[in-house]
């Protein structure tokens, strides 16, 4: 503490820090240099002293120090009182400064707060007195900087009750025990609260009293190590609770000793392990039904290792364990093979199914194969897996029996299909629903439609056109084959006529009966007695001229859509839902996928022909609508690529950048071109790929043509076939030799291209592929109304661990920042590079997460640049996704040769790159909820099932036929004019739609149709 004495020994005064300066027994020059000493000693002190009247509180003298701690000039100051230079923060501390110099005329340690020049504050710690100058009353103040001190008070406050809390609510209990009597003289908050017990009932009490009876005795024992040792480690006890309930506890144990070394206090520290013990005891009965199910499993199993020889490369494998099945099925001795190879274990100079098993224990991916062990004469099916590196383990199923059985099988159908075909007659087979499904040859022939055909219609369908001998229409319950059905009886010798295309009547003599086995109908045979008619033909003719066929062809137009493709779009539909039934077996779901195919070629063939009737007619119009291109296109791709990679084809389809995002054209008729022709290209192509091109020519502002060019390395046409091939009804040697389609496909076609302002060219060579292009007229457009740019916007990361940085290269700005700024928006961190070699130096720079690269680049392009990075020790393990325009497949196969981890075609949707990145950096997103209120709203079960009920009927029906076939855009569409009024029900329909929630869709409107 610095004090101040005030002398007036004669008629001068000084007043120094701490100092008693007898002035009268001073000559002049001691006097002169003690005052330089002081005034020395005033300027050099580090704390702020300040000299003031007390009359006004006028400065008239201040240090360096005030200087160095203020910030104020000592020019500054002098001649004004502190509360002009504003030093007090709360100016009631002055005040309460005054208040105890003028009572007792000294002030210590006064704490306040002062404000420095710049704003800043400072804690400081104030003596303060009385003097007198010159007979004028002063004060005289020392003021140390304590705000260092203050906060280093603080910061050990702050870590006392860290330290405190930490101990308290530890999930550990932790206990104090003094060693001489064994009681416990400390406790946290956690054993009260695992014990049950309150403090005052554990403090005092001896350690023992808290452990279960049977464990004292080691309890004693841990004790006495400690006292030994000084410690305790993972010894496991049991403690009783206060309600009776025991804890399952890891006891260890330190020591606190005194400067001598001497133990003055344990520190106990009890872990629950009572989760623990449980879940060691289920893992042991786990192992035990494991190893239980092993062993009685009727399959064989074994466990195997990979053995390598020298230069590291697989040789052969190791038996590592069998279960008894492997034993009895293989013939062989655990004993004798357990830890051996497979050449020692099975004499043979070459491992049993090595390249299938090495492979499975090195790339981590199960097999199932089947094979035929003939030292055994035994057949298997064997399931391979990886278990973990470097192993696999096996499980044989003896499938000797069935293999013997579909042997039989198929020799039996193979005599029966022979008969069957041999026949003169033409037979036919329905099941008990009197749905055709099965008919040979001479069926076809005497009823004018393929086998195939005759197998999507019913025995009593209308698409029969039957007369009886009078030449008269014969209905369905006179058919021979329906009152045999329906009688259950046999029905013989029925003459009728099959009328074909409207003209031609083949005559013939039917004979129908029961089919004595479930799930079948009727056995129809029928013989061709067109000849003992011929003396009737003028009958015929004059019931079939040509106003009779007109007429037909017309009716036939106008009922075609309804009695045809409401049943066909019911069988698709529902064989569509059946595609998600898991509990169908594999044959089940190859006949259901015939089924859906036959479907879809039939629904194709009746569309074609009633839109080439229209054409022919001139009765179609054109419905321009806005359409989104770039979805369209998008949509075309995901509908063929499944269809080409099941025949292992190439499929590429490529856009122009310039391609418009918008245009006014006939939707539909635009899409039965694109799918006509690539239908075609991909059918007759067996080998190669088949390349999409799609460009656009502007004519004059906000219009233009779209040129596309579908290329394919198929069987090519003829060049004598080429003048006929857009004739209707007449097919190629190629299409006649792949045994479908009607030949209506390219003339619809090009009479559609023609009706759009455009035309449709080829051209081919035999053996070597085909060119078809296309071109028709569009006019720019907007985005059509009631459509959103994207179904779902990604708002955020979901629970992002950290900021995920991404390098962005592309050489144009445009680019750049279209795909910087989505990206920011999101979270992600960004740094941009304009080409190859920028995009090097930002990676050694910055180490991004995930590189986003073109490949079109000046400088340095996209494949060199991502070859070099990926050959650094930093860009490794960088992931890189390609975004580029170009889909042509000598660049795909470039890109996947550079080692890339995700590819985004140009111009991208924003959820497409989103998704590519979210696989790659293994993250999720949170999306902008499209539900909402409208959740709330269909959660109302009464509301939501009334306002369902007040549908129109007929917009039901026609939700329920998009159902069935898929046609989410006609769906979205048929919601889409639901009343305004009733908004929060189609926005729920309208969120289903867009989530492909199909199975509830259709429960909604089935279950609430009147």
């Known amino acids: 503490m610095i004090y101040w004495q005030e ?154 009750a860290r330290y405190q809390d930490l101990y308290e609510n530890a999930p550990d209990m932790f206990l104090s025990v003094e060693p001489q009597t064994r009681k416990i003289v400390q406790c946290n908050q956690t054993t009260m609260r695992m014990t049950g017990f309150e403090k005052h009932e554990i403090i005092g009490r001896p350690i023992f009293d808290l452990y279960h009876p049977g464990c004292i005795e080691i309890a004693k024992q841990a004790f006495q190590h400690f006292i030994e040792t000084g410690k305790v480690q993972d010894t496991e006890l049991q403690v009783c609770c206060k309600d009776g309930s025991l804890l ?71 038996i590592i364990e069998i279960n008894p099945a492997f034993e009895a099925q293989l013939g062989i001795s655990r004993e004798t093979v357990i830890n051996k190879t497979s050449r020692e274990a099975y004499g043979v100079t070459e491992p049993p199914y090595f390249d299938i098993y090495s492979r499975v224990a090195m ?28 192993s696999f383990a096996t499980i044989f199923e003896n499938i000797t ?111 129908a009966a029961p089919v004595p086995l479930e799930g079948y109908g009727v056995a129809i045979a029928y013989s061709d007695i067109t000849e003992q008619k011929k003396g009737e033909a003028g009958l015929l003719k004059a019931m079939l001229d040509a106003e009779t066929a007109n007429k037909a062809k017309s009716m036939f137009l106008a009922n075609m859509s309804h009695e045809i493709r409401t049943p066909l779009n ?98 539909s008729k635009l899409r039965q071109i694109f799918i006509n022709l690539i239908g075609n290209a991909i059918k007759f ?66 009479e559609l291209a023609i009706l759009m302002g455009g035309d449709i060219t080829v051209s081919s060579k035999a053996g070597a592929g085909s060119v078809f292009a296309f071109h028709v007229g569009i006019n720019e457009g907007q985005r059509p109304d009631g459509e959103s740019a994207t179904t779902k916007h990604v708002v955020s990361i979901d629970k992002a661990r950290k900021t995920y940085r991404i390098l962005v290269v592309d050489d144009k700005p445009e680019n750049l920042q279209a795909v910087v700024t989505l990206l920011r928006v999101v979270g992600f961190e960004t740094h941009e590079a304009a080409n190859g070699e920028d995009a090097i130096g930002q990676v050694e720079k910055w180490a991004p997460d995930l590189i986003i690269m073109d490949l079109r680049m000046p400088v340095m392009d996209g494949y060199e640049a991502t070859r070099r990075i990926k050959s650094t020790g930093k860009g490794a393990d960088i992931p890189v996704i390609v975004l580029t325009a170009s889909t042509f497949v000598d660049d795909r196969d470039r890109i996947e040769a550079i080692g890339i981890q995700g590819f985004v075609c140009k111009p991208f949707l924003e959820n497409e790159l989103f998704d590519v990145i979210g696989k790659v950096l293994n993250i999720t997103y949170v999306y902008e909820d499209e539900i909402s209120s409208s959740q709330t709203y269909k959660d109302d079960v009464e509301v939501f099932t009334a306002d369902v009920e007040k549908l129109p009927d007929g917009l039901r029906l026609k939700m329920l036929e998009a159902l069935g076939v898929a046609d989410i855009r006609q769906l979205k569409k048929l919601i889409s004019t639901i009343d305004r009024n009733n908004s929060s029900l189609a ?23 009147k």
């Open 7 to 160: 002398f007036t020994p004669g008629n001068i005064n000084y007043v120094g820090p701490g100092i008693l300066i007898p002035i009268e027994k001073m000559s002049n020059d001691e006097l002169l240099e003690t005052r330089e000493s002081l005034e020395l000693i005033f300027n050099l002190s580090p704390d702020m002293i300040l000299i003031s009247r007390l009359t006004d509180g006028c400065l008239v003298r201040v240090n360096d120090g005030f200087t160095r701690l203020t910030g104020y000039m000592h020019t500054e100051a002098i001649g004004k009182s502190t509360l002009e230079v504003n030093l007090w923060k709360n100016p009631g501390d002055r005040q309460k400064l005054l208040t105890i110099l003028t009572e007792t005329g000294m002030c210590e340690n006064l704490e306040t707060i002062f404000r420095r020049k710049d704003g800043s504050e400072f804690v400081g710690m104030v003596a303060a007195k009385l003097i007198s100058l010159q007979g004028v009353p002063h004060i005289i103040s020392v003021t140390r900087d304590f705000t260092r001190h203050k906060q280093a008070e603080k910061s050990l406050s702050e870590s006392e």
């Open 248 to 318: 399952d506890i890891s006891l260890n144990v330190t020591a606190v000793k005194d400067e001598k070394g001497n133990i003055i206090l344990s520190r106990s520290s009890w872990r629950d392990i009572t989760e623990h013990r449980k879940a060691e005891q289920a893992s042991r009965q786990s192992e035990e039904k494991f190893r239980s199910l092993y062993a009685n499993m009727n399959e064989g199993s074994g466990l195997h290792t990979l053995v390598y020889n020298d230069e590291g490369v697989p040789e052969d494998y190791r």
């Open 363 to 390: 790339t981590g991916k199960p097999e199932v194969f089947e094979t035929y062990f003939a030292p055994m004469q035994k057949h298997f099916s064997i399931s391979v897996y990886c278990p973990y590196k470097d």
């Open 401 to 511: 029996d069935r293999k013997n059985a579909d042997l039989a099988l198929n020799i039996s159908l193979t005599k029966y299909k022979a008969l069957f075909d041999v026949l003169p007659v033409g037979i036919t087979i329905s099941d008990a629903e009197g749905h055709i499904i099965e008919s040979n040859k001479v069926a076809g022939t005497l009823l004018g439609i393929s086998p195939e055909e005759q197998e999507k219609r019913l025995i009593n369908g209308e698409e029969w056109s039957i007369i009886r001998p009078d030449g008269t229409i014969m209905p369905a319950s006179e058919y021979p084959s329906v009152r045999a059905l329906t009688e259950r009886r046999q029905i013989d010798n029925k003459v009728m006529g099959i009328v074909k295309d409207g003209r031609q009547v083949t005559w013939i003599n039917v004979s």
């Open 570 to 667: 019911a069988i698709i539909g529902f064989s569509q839902l059946l595609k998600r039934d898991k509990t169908l077996s594999e044959i089940q779901k190859e006949y259901n996928v015939s089924i859906i195919r036959a479907g879809e070629h039939l629904l194709t063939l009746i569309n074609d022909i009633l839109e080439l009737s229209k054409v022919e007619a001139g009765r179609i119009v054109l419905n321009p609508v806005n359409v989104d291109l770039h979805k369209f296109c998008k949509d075309l791709q995901l509908i063929f690529r499944e269809r080409a990679q099941s025949k292992h084809l190439q499929f590429v389809f490529e856009t122009a950048d310039n391609l418009p995002r918008h245009a006014a054209i006939d939707e």
């Open 685 to 750: 192509t067996d080998e190669g790929g088949v390349t999409v091109r799609v460009r656009y020519k502007k004519v004059i502002n906000g219009s233009g043509y779209l040129h596309v060019e579908i290329q394919d390395t198929g069987a090519g046409i003829a060049d004598d076939e080429l003048t006929n091939l857009f004739k209707p009804f007449i097919q190629t040697t190629t299409g006649i030799k792949k045994g479908s389609g009607s030949g209506l496909g390219l003339a619809l076609s090009r």
């Open 987 to 1009: 926005q729920v329909l309208m969120t289903l739609a867009k989530n492909y929630d199909y199975d509830h869709l259709k429960l909604i409107l089935t279950k609430n149709t």
